[in-house]
C-alpha cells in the first residue's frame, strides 16, 4: 500500500470479497536518519495515509523496511545505468528485485496465499499455467513493468485493479469512504521525487567524465560534463543552434564521448535484448514489442541467439530504442517476455 | 482474534495504566480541576493534592520533595538534565559522559550538546550489554560537566554499575552531575537515589501504570540547572506551564500500588519470564541476551537464529502476541537496534532480534502461552 488510490482500493476490493487481508507499506528510501523521505512517492504522508486507509477498512497494516535491499538493487543500479550511458528504469528493477521477490518471500513467510497489488494488468489462470496481460484499461496499463514476472511467480500474484478503469477505482474509493479516492496520481521516480534526477546521480558518482561531443563525421563539435548527463534520443543540451535538430545518437563511456546526429540516425530497425526472460516460454507469431513504458506496440520479429540473449527485429524502423530500457513482447494483450535492450544496437547506427 | 485475547509482552514500551491511576485522576480532575497556582479554594485543593503527591513520591525514592520536579515525561527530564549545563557554559572544553546504549532521549540530547562543539564521549559496553565503571571513569576529567549513564537498559534489561561509578566518581575531586536515566529500572527496582550516588534521575509515568504525558525529574539540592521551559513560575519556579496534577496524582498512586505490592509482583514476573525462557531455550536455538548478567525481571531480549525479526512480529501480531524489535520511528518501520550494534551483535544476527516484556498485569501462564505463539509461528514460517 503506497498511500495511493489504487492500493487502496486493491486492499478494499479483497477484504469486501471476504479475504483476509494484510495491508503492508515498503519503506524503500529514507533520509539521512532513517525518516521517511518528504518529497517522491513513499513519504511519510504516504505512509501515514495507507495506515488511516487501513484502520477504516479495519485490516493489520504493517511498514517493513526494503531500504537495504532497494537501495542495492535499484538505486545503485539506477546510477550504474547512467554512469554507463544507459537510460535506467528502476520500476523494472524495483519489481523484480524488491516487490516480487524480497517482499514475495517475506509474504510467504507470513503465510499469505497471495501477494496483491494496485498495478493495472491482468492474470489469467489456464489449467496448466498463468498468463500475464494487458489491463483491459490500456491508458493505464502497467504489464511493462511486469514483464519478469513468470508463470510461477504469477501463481502467488493478485492484480485486482486488471479490469478495471482507473475512474472506476476513484468512484470505488469514494464509496468505501477511502481518503485517498481523489489523490493526485504519483509519476516522479520514488527515490527522486520532483528533483532533477540528474542532480540525484552527480552527487553519487564520479562526475569527471567530461569528454567530447562528437557529431556524424566524427569532428568535435564541443564539450560535455559527463556522460551521465545525456541518453539516446535527448535533443536537450546539444550545442549546435541553427538548421536541423541534433540528437544523441550513441554514448561512448570508454571514451567519454557523446555522438550527435539527425532524428533519422535514431531510427532502428533492430536490435538485442539481454536478460530476457519469459512468462511462459517463448512465442514466435503475430508478436509486437514495446521499447519504453505504455509506448506503441510494433510489429517486430524475434530469435534467440544465446541462452539469454534475443535479437528483434522491427518490420517497420522507428526511432528512440534506448538502450537501457526494456522491450518487453506480447502477443495481442498476452505478454510474451522481455528484456533489457543492450547498447550494441548502435554499433550498427552510422557515426 | 478478539481483543481481549491478545497477548501483550511490550511493556517496557508502556504498561497500561492500574486501576488506582484511573480511579485517582478521575477525582482529581472532577474535584482538584483549578490551576494549582491560582489563589481561591479550588487552586488550594489541587495544590495540596500535588504536593501530597510530591511528599509520597519523594518518599519511595529517598528524596526531598523539592528534589522532585513534575514534567511532561522521562524524555522532558532526560533533555533538561543533559542540555542545560551547557547552555551559556563558559568553559569552552566543558564534556558530557555517556554510554553508546542509552536511551534515544539521552543520545539525541548528547547529539544536540556535540552540535554546540562540547566534547561529548560515548562509552562503550561489553558483548553482555555491561558499562564497565572503568570506561566511564577514565573519560572524566575536570572539564566533565555531566555524567550520563542508564540503571538498566531498555531494550536488554542489563542493569549497569551505577553505584559502582559513583562511588568512584566521589573519589575525584571535581564538580559534576552524575544523571541516570532509570526509567526501565524503575519497573521492578526499589530505589533510593542518594543511596546510589546520583544527583539526577529521569522516570516516566506510564513505564509503572501511571498516565502518559508525565514524569518526574529527580534532581539532588546539591545542584543547581537553569530552567528548560519559560513561562509561568510553576514547579517550585523550574518549569512553567500549568501542572498536570491529575496525571501526578494518577502517577503517585500507580507508584504507590507499584512499589508496595513489588515482591510479589517482580516474582510473578520473573516466573512468567523464566518460563517463557526456558520454553524456548528447549525447543529452538536461541541466546537471551544478558542471561548471565544482573538484568531486570521483566525484559528478555531474544535473538532468533536465521529467523527475521520483523517477519517474526508480524506473524506474531496476527497470532496475537504484540512485541515490539528495536526503537519504533515514526512511520512503523524498525532499525536494527543501536544497543546490540553497540553490543559488537554481527550484522546477519542483528535482524533477529526481538524484546519480550512483562508488566504488572501479566498473567500466571502468559510466559508459557507466549512461548507457545512463538514456537507455532516459527514453525509456520518454515
Redesign the interface.
Known amino acids: 500500500m503506497s498511500g495511493g488510490v489504487d492500493s487502496s482500493v486493491v486492499a478494499g476490493l479483497l477484504k469486501s470479497q471476504g479475504h483476509d487481508v494484510i495491508g503492508v507499506t515498503m519503506k524503500l528510501w529514507e533520509g539521512p536518519n532513517g525518516e521517511m523521505p518528504e518529497t517522491g512517492c513513499c513519504t511519510a504522508s504516504d505512509s501515514e495515509d495507507a495506515r488511516k486507509v487501513a484502520a477504516k477498512l479495519d485490516i493489520p497494516y504493517y511498514v517493513l523496511d526494503y531500504t537495504e535491499s532497494f537501495s542495492e538493487k535499484v538505486v545503485d543500479n539506477f546510477i550504474d545505468m547512467y554512469a554507463q550511458g544507459l537510460t535506467p528504469n528502476p520500476c523494472v528493477e524495483c519489481n523484480r528485485s524488491v516487490k516480487f521477490d524480497h517482499f514475495l518471500k517475506q509474504a510467504k513467510e507470513l503465510n499469505c496465499d497471495k501477494v496483491a497489488t494496485g498495478h493495472y494488468a491482468k492474470i489469467i489462470e489456464n489449467e496448466n499455467n498463468f498468463e500475464l496481460h494487458k489491463a483491459d484499461y490500456l491508458d493505464k496499463d502497467q504489464s511493462y513493468v511486469l514483464h519478469m514476472l513468470s508463470s510461477s511467480t504469477l501463481e502467488h500474484v493478485m492484480f485486482p485493479l486488471g479490469t478495471i478503469s482507473k475512474p472506476e477505482v476513484r468512484q470505488i474509493a469514494a464509496d468505501l469512504g477511502l481518503k485517498t479516492a481523489f489523490k493526485k496520481d504519483s509519476q516522479d521516480i520514488c527515490f527522486v521525487g520532483k528533483k532533477n534526477y540528474r542532480n540525484f546521480v552527480d552527487k553519487r558518482i564520479d562526475i569527471s567524465t567530461s569528454g567530447d561531443i562528437v557529431d556524424r563525421d566524427g569532428s568535435t563539435m564541443g564539450q560535455h560534463e559527463g556522460v551521465h548527463e545525456f541518453t539516446v534520443g535527448q535533443r536537450k543540451g546539444i550545442p549546435g543552434g541553427q538548421g536541423e535538430p541534433k540528437y544523441v545518437t550513441k554514448i561512448d563511456v570508454r571514451n567519454k564521448k557523446v555522438f550527435v546526429g539527425d532524428k533519422k540516425d535514431l531510427l532502428t530497425s533492430s536490435f538485442y535484448l539481454e536478460d530476457v526472460s519469459f512468462v511462459n516460454g517463448i512465442e514466435n507469431e503475430n508478436l509486437t514489442i514495446q521499447t519504453r513504458y505504455n509506448s506503441e506496440d510494433l510489429p517486430c520479429e524475434i530469435k534467440m541467439i544465446t541462452k539469454n540473449t534475443l535479437e528483434v527485429s522491427l518490420l517497420e524502423p522507428t526511432y528512440g530504442v534506448a538502450p537501457g530500457q526494456f522491450g518487453v513482447i506480447y502477443n495481442g494483450t498476452n505478454l510474451i517476455g522481455g528484456g533489457r535492450i543492450t547498447s550494441k544496437l548502435n554499433e550498427t547506427l552510422p557515426v | 482474534m478478539k481483543k481481549d485475547e491478545y497477548l501483550y509482552l511490550d511493556h517496557a514500551a508502556s504498561t497500561p495504566m492500574r486501576e488506582v491511576a484511573f480511579e485517582v485522576y478521575k477525582y482529581t480532575e472532577s474535584v482538584a480541576f483549578a490551576n494549582s497556582a491560582g489563589g481561591h479554594a479550588l487552586s488550594r485543593k489541587a495544590k495540596n493534592i500535588l504536593e501530597e503527591s510530591r511528599d509520597s513520591i519523594a518518599n519511595h525514592f529517598g528524596a526531598a520533595p523539592k528534589e522532585i520536579t513534575f514534567t511532561s515525561g522521562g524524555t522532558e527530564a532526560d533533555n533538561w538534565i543533559i542540555k542545560m549545563p551547557f547552555i551559556n557554559n563558559k568553559n569552552k572544553n566543558a564534556e558530557l559522559v555517556t554510554s553508546q546504549i542509552e536511551h534515544e532521549a539521552v543520545l539525541g540530547s548528547a547529539e544536540w550538546v556535540e552540535s554546540l562543539g562540547y566534547k561529548v564521549h560515548l562509552t562503550p559496553c561489553d558483548k553482555d550489554g555491561v558499562i564497565k565503571a572503568d570506561d566511564v571513569l577514565k573519560n572524566v576529567n575536570k572539564n566533565t560537566e555531566i555524567i550520563s549513564i542508564m540503571l538498566g537498559n531498555n531494550e536488554t534489561g542489563v542493569v549497569q554499575p551505577i553505584k559502582e561509578i559513583s562511588q568512584a566518581l566521589k573519589e575525584l575531586d571535581s564538580e559534576y552531575i552524575f544523571h541516570s536515566d532509570v526509567v526501565q529500572a524503575v519497573a521492578n527496582r526499589k530505589l533510593d537515589f542518594h543511596n546510589i550516588g546520583i544527583q539526577s534521575a529521569a522516570i516516566s509515568g506510564h513505564k509503572i501504570g501511571g498516565p502518559k504525558g508525565v514524569g518526574i525529574m529527580f534532581l539532588s539540592s546539591e545542584v543547581k540547572l537553569p530552567s528548560f521551559l519559560h513561562g509561568g513560575k510553576q514547579e517550585l519556579e523550574r518549569r512553567a506551564g500549568t501542572v498536570n496534577v491529575s496525571g501526578v496524582a494518577s502517577l503517585s498512586a500507580a507508584l504507590d500500588e507499584q512499589q508496595n505490592s513489588m515482591i510479589v509482583q517482580n516474582q510473578k514476573i520473573l516466573n512468567e519470564r523464566s518460563e517463557f525462557e526456558k520454553k524456548l531455550w528447549n525447543s529452538l536455538d536461541v541466546m537471551v541476551v544478558g542471561d548471565t548478567v544482573d538484568r531486570l525481571d521483566h525484559i528478555s531480549n531474544i535473538q532468533f537464529s536465521e529467523i ?1 525479526s ?2 517474526l512480529m ?2 506474531l ?2 497470532k496475537g502476541l504484540g512485541v515490539s524489535r528495536g526503537s519504533a ?7 536494527p537496534s543501536h544497543v546490540l550494534q553497540a553490543m559488537k551483535v554481527s550484522n546477519e544476527k542483528i535482524n533477529s532480534h526481538l524484546r519480550f516484556s512483562f508488566g504488572w498485569n501479566t498473567n500466571v501462564g502468559d510466559g508459557i502461552k507466549a512461548a507457545d505463539i512463538v514456537l507455532s509461528v516459527i514453525k ?2 518454515s
Open positions: 527475521n520483523e517477519t508480524v506473524a501480531d496476527l520511528c515514526a512511520s512503523g518501520a524498525q532499525k509456520g514460517m
